[in-house]
């Protein structure tokens, strides 16, 4: 079964340039999460949703960073314009609920803005 | 508030041998503490998780603890092997168990040869 599958792997942009994120979802999980991991650091939540639904965004900077889950299966983060201060991992999960249980990650876009 | 700490934040510890790696939480409602393991240039893997009616759970090599009176749980490598080296996540769930997971500050394990 594939995991969980994001892309691009590596993304190197100027400053005030826009910049997206894709992630596909394990198979039938419902809960999709984007987390962002700056360096040295934990992962550190942006948003989750459950199906199409965004249920928690408090974390999501809301002024740059947009994100969509059309259909209930892929989801696409946004940010624009990009800033110094963004450059991070941002990480993919899924899970097949929305209380504790377990969360599969993909392996991530690293952002680098220069 | 929601806060997860993590300690040490490095670990060298020589092939064989044991290592652990503890955390604390804040919530007392937390009832999901998953462990994960990063290597470099991947994503965290789970690697092994504990729910709260369990106080040790325990997979080959790999065990974890739960003291839900003291609020901390703690990761228990043993026969360390190279393959093991790799930063070390301990997670547990935001206010209210809504499924958001707050990470520990990661630990970094090394094993020598």
């Known amino acids: 079964e594939a995991g969980v599958v994001q892309s691009p792997r590596y993304k190197i942009i100027e400053k005030k340039q826009p910049v997206a994120f894709w992630c596909n979802p394990i198979?039938?999980?419902?809960?999709l999460y984007w987390y962002r991991q700056n360096l040295g650091q934990g992962p550190e939540l942006l948003i989750r949703y459950e199906n199409e639904e965004a249920v928690d965004d408090s974390q999501l900077p809301k002024d740059r960073f947009s994100a969509e889950r059309l259909k209930g299966v892929d989801s696409t983060l946004k940010i624009q314009p990009a800033e110094l201060g963004d450059s991070a991992v941002y990480l993919c999960?899924?899970?097949?609920?929305?209380?504790?249980?377990?969360?599969?990650f993909g392996q991530g876009t690293r952002l680098t803005v220069v | 508030g929601e806060n997860v700490e993590q300690h040490p934040s490095t670990l060298s510890v020589q092939e064989g041998d044991s290592a652990v790696i503890k955390c604390t939480y804040s919530d007392s409602a937390s009832n999901y503490f998953p462990w994960y393991k990063q290597e470099l240039g991947k994503g965290p893997q789970l690697i092994i998780d504990i729910r709260s009616n369990v106080g040790e759970k325990k997979d080959q090599r790999i065990a974890v603890t739960l003291n839900k009176t003291a609020k901390h749980f703690s990761l228990h490598i043993t026969e360390t092997q190279p393959e093991d080296s790799a930063v070390y996540f301990c997670a547990a769930p935001g206010s209210s168990n809504t499924g958001k997971l707050i990470f520990g500050q990661g630990t970094t394990l090394q094993v020598k040869p």
């Open positions: 999960a899924s899970s097949l609920g929305n209380k504790n249980t377990e969360a599969f």
């Open positions: 198979s039938g999980h419902n809960t």
